[in-house]
């Protein structure tokens, strides 16, 4: 789909200067440029907890029930937080 840009005379020389430099066209620098700003736009709107998902609930600290004492503790820690609300 096409797409025009206006850029000043600084933007200008500085995306010629880099298409020079790496060989690509003008082009290519635009649309690899507008889809990193785009993700990075993405990821910043995501909560730390969306980021790391993947990660959660993994691992055998996060399997329940597995020691009759830390089942005990876990216990005791909900039974105080419910009586701090």
Same mark, same amino acid.
């Given at each position: 789909? #096409?797409?025009? $840009? %206006?850029?000043? #005379?600084?933007? +200008? =020389?500085?995306? +010629?200067? $880099?298409?020079?430099?790496?060989? %690509?066209? *003008? =082009?290519? /620098?635009?649309?690899?440029?507008? @889809?990193?700003?785009?993700?990075?736009?993405?990821? +910043?709107?995501?909560?730390?907890? &969306?980021?790391?998902?993947?990660?959660?609930?993994?691992?055998? /600290?996060?399997? #329940?029930? @597995? &020691?009759?004492? *830390?089942? &005990?503790?876990?216990? *005791?820690? %909900?039974? *105080?937080?419910?009586?701090?609300?």
């Amino acid at each position: 789909m #096409p797409l025009s $840009v %206006r850029l000043s #005379p600084e933007e +200008e =020389s500085l995306l +010629e200067a $880099v298409s020079r430099q790496t060989s %690509r066209s *003008k =082009s290519q /620098l635009a649309r690899q440029a507008i @889809q990193e700003f785009c993700a990075r736009l993405r990821r +910043e709107e995501q909560s730390a907890f &969306d980021l790391g998902a993947d990660l959660f609930g993994q691992g055998s /600290l996060a399997a #329940p029930g @597995q &020691d009759a004492g *830390k089942a &005990d503790l876990g216990e *005791k820690l %909900r039974a *105080k937080h419910r009586r701090l609300d």
